[in-house]
C-alpha cells in the first residue's frame, strides 16, 4: 500500500470469492501493522441466483470474524434481459459508489490479480479493442462508471496470480464460496478462461499475456503525454462544450488523433470509458472527410461543425457538445442495505 500511496481509510469489495477474501484479511492485517483504521468490507448481492442472499450474509459474517465492519448492498432494481454480466457490474459499482460517497470513503480496493489482466486482454482483444482497451489495468484508476468522479479504484493485488492467494487462504483455514458463474459458459469471461487453457499450451501462459498488457500500457502513458499537448493546442472550451480545430486535430498521428478525439468525448459526455474504438475511427474517418454534414453523435455527445456565431469566418473548427437528450442528473440505483 505504501508503493501505491493509495488514499485510507478504504473500503474492500468482497464477493466472498477467493481473491476478494484474501484481500481483505491482507488489508487487515496490513492496516493492523501500520496502526491505521481497517478497511470497511462491501458486499453486493446481485439477486440474479438462488443463495446470493445467503452469500451475502456468509461474507458478512466472515468480515465480522476478522473483526471488521461489513455492510452487505442489495440490488433490487430491475435486473437486465441481456448483457447481465454488464449490468451487474455496473449495479455493483453504482451500489459501492454511493455508499463511499455517502460514508466518506474515497477509494474501494479490489482484488483484481494477473490473471484477470489477462483474462482482460483477450476479451478486449475479441472486442476489437485498441491500444487503450488491451493496456493494463491500473493499479489506482478512476470509478468505473460515471458520476464518482472524487472516487478511485485500488487493485494492490494486480501483479500477483490467482493461485497464490488461494494458498494463503487455505494457510489460514479461510474457506471461500465458488461462484457457479465462474463455470457458466454463457458469459465471456468463462468462455476465455477455458481457452487459456489450451493457450498456456501454446507457451501464452497468464503471466506472458499480462506482460504484454503490461508493456502497452507503457506506451499508452507516453501516448497520454504526446494527446495532451495536441489538447492543449486544437481546443479551446465554450461552456460545457469544446470548440476543436480540425486541422490540429487532424495532423497529428492517426492514434494521437484518435486519442484526443476519444478524450473530448469522454470529457464533455462525464463518462469515465472511451467509446467503442470501431465507432471512434468511423467518427474520425468522417471528420478527415469533411463528411459531418449537420452532424453526428457519439459516446453521448454531439460533434458538428461550430456555428459561424462562435468562429471566425472560414475557420475550419468543430463544436463537441453533449446531446441534449442526455440528462446530467445521477439517480442512485435501487438498492437494500443489510447485516450491518
Known amino acids: 500500500m505504501e508503493r501505491l500511496n493509495a488514499p485510507w481509510p478504504g473500503a474492500v469489495a468482497v464477493s466472498g470469492g477467493g481473491d476478494s477474501l484474501a484481500l481483505m484479511h491482507l488489508l487487515r492485517d496490513w492496516a493492523g501493522r501500520a496502526r491505521l483504521d481497517p478497511p470497511v468490507v462491501l458486499t453486493v448481492d446481485h439477486g440474479l441466483q438462488a443463495g446470493s442472499r445467503a452469500n451475502a450474509r456468509k461474507v458478512v459474517r466472515w468480515a465480522k470474524d476478522a473483526g471488521l465492519k461489513a455492510y452487505a448492498l442489495t440490488w433490487t432494481g430491475a435486473k437486465p434481459a441481456a448483457d447481465i454480466e454488464a449490468g451487474a457490474r455496473r449495479a455493483r459499482y453504482e451500489l459501492m459508489g ?3 460517497r455517502k460514508h ?14 489477462a483474462e482482460t486482454f483477450l476479451l478486449r482483444l475479441a472486442r476489437g479493442s485498441g491500444l487503450d482497451g488491451l493496456a493494463a489495468m491500473r493499479p489506482i484508476s ?3 462508471v460515471e ?13 500477483l496470480e490467482r493461485e497464490v492467494l488461494r494458498v494463503h487462504l487455505s494457510e489460514r483455514g479461510q474457506v471461500w464460496i465458488e461462484d457457479p458463474m465462474n463455470r457458466d459458459p454463457r458469459f465471456g469471461r468463462v468462455r476465455i478462461r477455458e481457452a487459456l487453457t489450451s493457450l498456456q499450451a501454446a507457451g501464452l501462459t497468464t503471466a506472458r499475456i499480462a506482460d504484454a498488457a503490461t508493456h502497452l500500457g507503457r506506451a499508452r502513458d507516453a501516448l497520454d503525454a504526446v494527446t495532451a499537448a495536441v489538447l492543449v493546442r486544437a481546443c479551446r472550451m465554450e461552456g460545457e462544450a469544446v470548440l476543436v480545430e480540425t486541422a490540429a486535430l487532424l495532423a497529428a498521428p492517426r492514434e494521437v488523433g484518435l486519442r484526443a478525439l476519444a478524450r473530448l468525448l469522454m470529457a464533455v459526455s462525464g463518462q469515465p470509458y472511451r467509446p467503442r474504438f470501431e465507432r471512434l475511427e468511423r467518427l474520425f474517418d468522417t471528420i478527415a472527410k469533411d463528411q459531418l454534414g449537420a452532424g453526428r453523435t457519439l459516446h ?10 462562435k468562429v471566425a469566418p472560414g ?15 445521477k439517480k442512485a440505483p435501487s438498492a437494500g442495505t443489510f447485516e450491518e
Request: proline share 9%; charged share 20%.
Open 98 to 100: 454511493h455508499w463511499c
Open 104 to 117: 466518506g470513503i474515497e477509494a474501494l480496493y479490489a482484488a483484481h490479480t494477473r490473471n484477470d489482466q
Open 142 to 144: 478512476p470509478w468505473p
Open 147 to 159: 458520476g464518482f468522479a472524487e472516487l478511485c479504484l485500488i487493485r494492490p493485488l494486480i501483479d
Open 300 to 309: 453521448g455527445c454531439r460533434i458538428a461543425p461550430a456555428p459561424t456565431s
Open 315 to 329: 475557420a475550419d473548427i468543430l463544436l463537441i457538445s453533449r446531446e441534449k437528450a442526455r440528462s446530467s442528473a
